[in-house]
């Protein structure tokens, strides 16, 4: 099941994907991880997807990545006595503290922190920003607002206050509970939605206490002004085009995506890009160029994967999707101007023995044109570092640890191994020659260039490259 190309895909399961026939038509299609949205669904129905998975896992021998996504705090507004309402531009609406059921001229909004944060002159946006407002005069119990842009507004739609900042946790009663849940089913990796501080992460890595990569959504503006310290805390970062979109004017998400890009590869953490790559897909069983052009531009910015969501949850074409994002995906990869783009970036490494060797590795192993880099890591780090180099040569990394080789699942140009542990030098070269061969990367005579850590087992260690013939 060797890919043929570096950057990874995500889907996301749903009611179209539940069946373990469909997992595994979009394990085959080119999905690497899955992800579980804690957003819909039951307990119930991550579980049989989860068990699906690694059903499929066992069959093939090969280390699936599951993603638990948390849903994190949502604000909504509350119900209304008579229906759908239309709020006309220019008009007034007041938010009041409480569940009272609202009418066209005042709407119940259930959340004391907001009233408690925000100014005049902060927007409102209602209904993943259809309808916004702005606010006029703001009280304790009472929000006055002016209509900017109208339209018809329902029962419970949510609300996004960009210029408001909320000191609220991304984990709310329920997050907590289907953490718990999540790690006890053994989910590889956590992603914690609306992340605003550094505190949210250092929350969670008490909650998760390393059984699971953590993962920050970077969907409000807030998480900008602490965007190195969030990074530095996590293990990967998801670019939420979503909320981000809603949050931010459309026209400023481009360039943030870059700069988000960005940091990972100098900070060497996994970066995914998500929502609405190919949104069409959906309901047709073609993209429009456009969003193939999106898709692209992530692989240019030498992101580690993209991500499917409805478009793999709940669409007619979940399959056709996955397929889809794996040939845009190989042919940008193979386009003549891929390396010069992804090279222009190169980071330095960091001084110390382990990031160096791992630089060393990539750069030889482009230089004698190798067949491979064999990465042996207990904790994944050392993959971690070679990827960051985005070598052109791929990466096969071997863990003893089966958590750690499925969260490797998600890194650029890595083949994820979860192999027995070794104690010699020898059994090293005899198992990097073995993996090479039987998974298709080398050749007899080809050259490999193995990076291990000595001793064995100890997290950290990176100090030894070996060349080798297979």
């Known amino acids: 099941m060797r890919r043929e190309r570096k950057a990874k895909i995500i889907a996301t399961l749903g009611p179209a994907s539940s069946d373990p026939a469909i997992i595994r038509q979009l394990f085959t299609a080119g999905a690497d991880v899955f ?4 957003s819909h669904g039951t307990r119930d129905d991550h579980k049989r997807r989860f068990d699906a998975i690694r059903g499929l896992e066992l069959e093939l021998g090969r280390p699936i990545g599951i993603l638990q996504d948390l849903q994190g705090p949502k604000i909504r507004i509350g119900t209304l006595k008579a229906g759908p309402v239309t709020l006309k531009r220019d008009g007034m609406l007041t938010f009041t503290l409480g569940n009272e059921p609202g009418d066209a001229s005042t709407v119940a909004l259930p959340h004391p922190e907001v009233f408690n944060n925000i100014m005049p002159g902060h927007r409102i946006m209602i209904d993943d920003g259809k309808l916004q407002l702005e606010a006029v005069r703001c009280g304790s119990d009472k929000i006055e607002a002016r209509v900017l842009i109208g339209g018809p507004l329902n029962d419970r739609k949510g609300v996004n206050l960009p210029h408001t900042d909320l000191p609220i946790s991304p984990l709310t009663p329920k997050d907590r509970e289907d953490l718990a849940f999540g790690l006890d089913l053994g989910v590889d990796w956590v992603a914690l939605s609306f992340v605003q501080r550094p505190a949210d992460v250092i929350e969670a890595q008490g909650l998760v206490n390393g059984r699971a990569g953590i993962m920050a959504k970077i969907e409000k503006p807030a998480a900008f002004s602490r965007i190195d310290d969030i990074i530095a805390l996590v293990d990967a970062v998801m670019v939420a085009r979503g909320d981000l979109g809603v949050e931010i004017p459309p026209e400023d998400v481009p360039g943030k995506q870059k700069e988000l890009v960005r940091a990972c590869r100098m900070a060497g953490k996994p970066v995914v890009i998500a929502t609405q790559m190919l949104e069409s897909m959906i309901k047709s069983p073609s993209p429009t160029r456009a969003e193939a052009s999106d898709v692209a531009t992530a692989i240019y910015d030498s992101a580690d994967a993209v991500m499917l969501s409805a478009e ?9 999707a996955v397929a ?10 193979n386009h003549k101007l891929y390396r010069s783009i992804i090279e222009a970036l190169q980071p330095s490494p960091e001084h110390t023995t382990a990031h160096a060797v791992a630089a060393a590795a990539a750069e030889v192993a482009d230089n004698i044109d190798a067949a491979a880099i064999v990465a042996f890591t207990a ?8 990827a960051r180099k985005r070598p052109r040569v791929p990466i096969i990394s071997i863990s003893p640890e089966p958590s750690i080789a499925r969260r490797l699942a998600l890194l650029w140009g890595t083949h994820s191994i979860s192999s027995m542990e070794i104690s010699s030098y020898d059994e090293m070269i005899d198992h990097a020659r073995q993996h090479a061969l039987s998974d298709g990367f080398a050749e007899p005579e080809d050259r490999l260039v193995v990076v291990a850590g000595i001793p064995f087992g100890r997290r950290g260690s990176t100090n030894n490259i070996r060349v080798m013939r297979v």
């Open 312 to 320: 793999s949850a709940s669409g007619d074409w979940p399959v056709e």
């Open 324 to 333: 889809m994002m794996d040939r845009i995906i190989s042919h940008t990869e």
């Open 379 to 386: 904790s994944g780090t050392t993959a971690l570092r070679a």
């Open 35 to 38: 992800r579980l949205n804690f």
